[in-house]
């Protein structure tokens, strides 16, 4: 099983909350990747589900995890699976170019009625890049 974490949402940004803090003080910053995925917006955080269009992506980041069971262990929790997402693990392109296996958190719930967010950049969608 892989020790990477892909993250699209509210924990790319360790000051963001004390959820995205915790998970920074337990791994490392790859760098950037994508996700054959689309992205929505669920309320005041995103939701992706995978795609089988090569020309839909999420953006994010890549995080290597020092201790992936105690991690998984808190952030189930934390992302509600698996009710509202589901931890599983995909395929996500580094921005090296490399493919690597990595958890994500998608999305466990229909949706039709959210707005999608095309770019697949979370943070640009709220205006913060």
Request: glycine letters at 8%; hydrophobic letters at 40%; one cysteine or more.
């Amino acid at each position: 099983m892989p020790d990477h974490l892909f993250v699209y949402g509210t924990l790319l940004d360790p000051r963001a909350n004390p959820m995205a803090a915790w998970l920074w003080q337990r791994g490392r910053r790859v760098g950037d990747a994508v996700f054959q995925g689309r992205l929505y917006r669920v309320a005041d955080y995103p939701g992706a589900v995978a795609s089988d269009d090569p020309a839909d992506c999420v953006k994010g980041l890549l995080l290597a995890l020092d201790n992936p069971a105690q991690v998984f262990s808190e952030l189930d929790l934390y992302e509600g699976v698996p009710d509202l997402f589901r931890r599983q693990p995909v395929m996500v392109k580094t921005g090296k170019g490399e493919t690597l296996s990595a958890w994500i958190y998608l999305y466990n719930r229909p949706v039709r009625r959210l707005a999608r967010i095309r770019s697949g950049d979370f943070l640009n969608d709220r205006g913060f890049r």
